[in-house]
């Protein structure tokens, strides 16, 4: 069955210091792979996608993330944390096709700290 | 990108009524779905809004329920039937825009709280 699996449910991360959350998928065909943001009462916002290329790829806020096919993974980064970054983050996968909706993951609550 | 505007941003109802949220993209659309995601978890995928013919519905959700209509491209919306407190949610809609073939992007959704 197709699914992502975020393992982390709440970080913690100072101010300044670098951050890793992970995604991991399953999925029967050539996936498409995103990240999305949430901050509190605010809606989604598409920090990046994967769907071919290069399996590093640049976001939007200084955020990076590696897709690993052998290890089914497609972690986001980012080397220096700010405040603002506090939020809930999203993984998600879907096909290469327009009709298609995402599956998500359960999400990652980041905090960051002084 | 596009502007994604949802209506009302939130509203709080009583157990049995209705609440219908609307839709609306300033771009050209090739898809448009709705999502739930209840208090503390994850998205899901209520059904996919389609043009000028019935919605196409996630396992779970009925078309009883969840209503939905998209009259053009560009607008669509999700009526919550009957509601109950188990309702209370974020109803989000997204949409993939033309020539952006995968790619959602979401609107800012609409939080109900049913008493």
């Known amino acids: 069955a197709q699914s992502v699996t975020q393992p982390d449910i709440h970080i913690t991360v100072s101010e300044g210091a670098s951050l890793e959350l992970r995604c991991n998928y399953s999925y029967g065909a050539t996936p498409y792979l995103f990240w999305y943001v949430q901050s509190p009462g605010q809606g989604l916002q598409l920090l990046l996608k994967?769907?071919?290329?290069?399996?590093l790829v640049q976001g939007i806020k200084g955020f990076e993330a590696e897709f690993k096919r052998s290890q089914s993974s497609f972690n986001l980064r980012k080397p220096s944390v700010h405040w603002s970054d506090a939020a809930e983050y999203f993984c998600a996968v879907g096909e290469m096709q327009a009709g298609t909706a995402l599956i998500f993951g359960k999400g990652t609550t980041l905090s960051v700290s002084s | 990108s596009a502007v994604i505007s949802q209506k009302p941003s939130r509203d709080i109802c009583q157990r049995g009524t209705s609440l219908t949220i609307q839709c609306q993209v300033d771009s050209q659309v090739t898809m448009m779905f709705w999502y739930r995601q209840q208090p503390g978890q994850s998205l899901t995928l209520i059904a996919t809004?389609?043009?000028?013919?019935?919605?196409?519905?996630e396992s779970g959700f009925v078309i009883d329920k969840f209503p939905i209509s998209r009259p053009n491209l560009t607008f669509s919306t999700l009526t919550v039937s009957n509601m109950s407190p188990e309702d209370s949610s974020i109803y989000l809609c997204?949409?993939?825009?033309?020539?952006?073939?995968?790619?959602?992007?979401f609107g800012p959704g609409t939080r109900l709280t049913v008493t």
């Open positions: 994967y769907f071919s290329g290069d399996t």
């Open positions: 997204s949409v993939v825009l033309a020539g952006r073939s995968g790619e959602q992007y």
């Open positions: 809004a389609n043009q000028g013919s019935e919605a196409t519905y």
